[in-house]
């Protein structure tokens, strides 16, 4: 792939994806209440009754409580109810010195984990990291690709010990250290199925009671869970897209979930995926035929310009770093050109970037 033939930057490349950002617009705290973040609303453009593509409508800008004034009655929101986990272990090495160690997926043996360590060099099979009194992890096994296998030594229960001596794994952009304050507000307020080492940050904008004046309206709601894995915050470090390896992340998607967005779509409601977590698990379930189908097993699907939607009608989503895949699966969605103006304005009107940052909505196309 290349740029167009003028020299134009057309999405094909990942450097095509960068974007300055002023330090001051990361968002290291979440807005006071979660609903009040802002929304921007970017429409899609669509086509014509010729085929050709008609301007798309301007960009607003909205409150994320005014989410509502998109959806009408029959549509359905798709949300992620991964919880994340205190994944981060602090802790003393034998030697005296400190440590960390990052658990990423579980094992068979709740007690056995995938991880990864800090500093490596002094974490080598057979170390040991002490965390607190009754928790401590052992280092069994050290992979090519820099992860280990470590077993936590500690009498309580795995999950028990992990709520009670670990730590928020924030997204390291954050700048500081995870505080009380992240034990719930890096949760999502539906969070059910702990997993991730990282939020579906486009679920956080949600309250208890956005959600009920959704569900009065006549819009429904179904959960899918996919645990969101440390490799969502891994740079694409190549220049052509499709040479990247994606990292694998485990879904869930329940029969009563996949029945309910099939029946919404065949009723002609819409299906708009609470972020791209959702989004990369409805395009992993999706028919070719239509609909899509139930079942659990991990995805390394990278949705990137161009690209055959099959189960998404609309997508709410943050502010995402450079160069990232989820940057690209935006303008997969919506138009490499579309998606960075989008950026463009956004910086330009102050909206707060990633995790703790405000939203946008790509609503459906018009007559989707």
């Known amino acids: 792939m290349s740029e167009s033939h003028d020299g134009a930057k057309d999405g094909s490349r990942v450097s095509h994806y960068d974007y300055e950002l002023p330090e001051d617009r990361i968002a290291a705290y979440p807005v006071e209440r979660r609903d009040e973040s802002r929304l921007m609303v970017v429409p899609q453009a669509h086509h014509l009754?010729?085929?050709?593509?008609?301007?798309?409508?301007?960009?607003?800008h909205l409150r994320f409580r005014d989410l509502p004034e998109l959806l009408r009655e029959g549509d359905l929101i798709v949300v992620n109810e991964s919880r994340v986990l205190p994944a981060r272990l602090l802790g003393q090495r034998a030697g005296g010195g400190e440590g960390e160690i990052l658990l990423?997926?579980?094992?068979?043996?709740?007690?056995?984990?995938?991880?990864?360590?800090?500093?490596?060099?002094?974490?080598?099979?057979?170390?040991?990291?002490r965390v607190a009194e009754g928790l401590a992890v052992e280092v069994e096994e050290v992979f090519e690709d820099g992860t280990r296998r470590v077993r936590l030594e500690t009498e309580d229960d795995p999950m028990v010990a992990l709520e009670r001596h670990g730590h928020i794994p924030l997204p390291p952009y954050l700048g500081?250290?995870?505080?009380?304050?992240?034990?719930?507000?890096?949760?999502?307020?539906?969070?059910?199925?702990?997993?991730?080492?990282?939020?579906?940050?486009?679920?956080l904008h949600f309250t208890?009671?956005?959600?009920?004046?959704?569900?009065a309206m006549g819009v429904g709601r179904v959960?899918?869970?996919?645990?969101?894995?440390?490799?969502?915050f891994r740079p694409v470090d190549v220049e052509d897209p499709t040479d990247h390896e994606m990292h694998a992340?485990?879904?869930?998607?329940?029969p009563e979930a996949a029945e309910r967005i099939e029946a919404v779509r065949a009723a002609g409601g819409r299906i708009w995926a609470i972020g791209t977590t959702v989004v990369r698990t409805l395009e992993t379930v999706a028919r070719d035929g239509g609909g899509v189908r139930a079942g659990s097993g991990s995805t390394q699907l990278f949705i990137h310009p161009p690209w055959r939607w099959r189960a998404v009608d609309g997508l709410v989503t943050n502010?995402?770093?450079?160069?990232?895949?989820?940057?690209?699966?935006?303008?997969?969605?919506?138009?490499?050109?579309?998606?960075?103006?989008?950026?463009?304005?956004a910086i330009a009107e102050g909206y707060r970037f990633y995790s703790y940052g405000?939203?946008?909505?790509?609503?459906?196309?018009?007559?989707?």
């Not at 043996?109 to 170390?127: E, F, H, N, T």
């Not at 989820?326 to 950026?343: H, I, K, N, P, S």
């Open 49 to 60: 009754d010729d085929g050709d593509p008609a301007e798309p409508e301007a960009i607003r």
């Open 104 to 129: 990423l997926s579980p094992e068979a043996d709740p007690r056995r984990w995938i991880a990864l360590a800090k500093p490596g060099r002094r974490l080598g099979v057979g170390k040991r990291l």
């Open 176 to 203: 500081r250290e995870d505080e009380e304050l992240d034990r719930e507000r890096y949760q999502t307020v539906y969070a059910r199925d702990a997993g991730s080492v990282a939020a579906p940050t486009a679920g």
């Open 208 to 215: 208890p009671e956005l959600l009920d004046r959704i569900e």
């Open 223 to 232: 959960a899918i869970t996919l645990h969101v894995g440390a490799g969502t």
């Open 249 to 254: 992340e485990v879904y869930h998607v329940s």
């Open 319 to 345: 502010f995402h770093l450079p160069r990232s895949t989820l940057l690209m699966l935006v303008a997969a969605r919506m138009g490499y050109r579309r998606t960075m103006q989008a950026y463009e304005t």
């Open 358 to 368: 405000d939203a946008m909505v790509i609503p459906p196309a018009e007559g989707g």
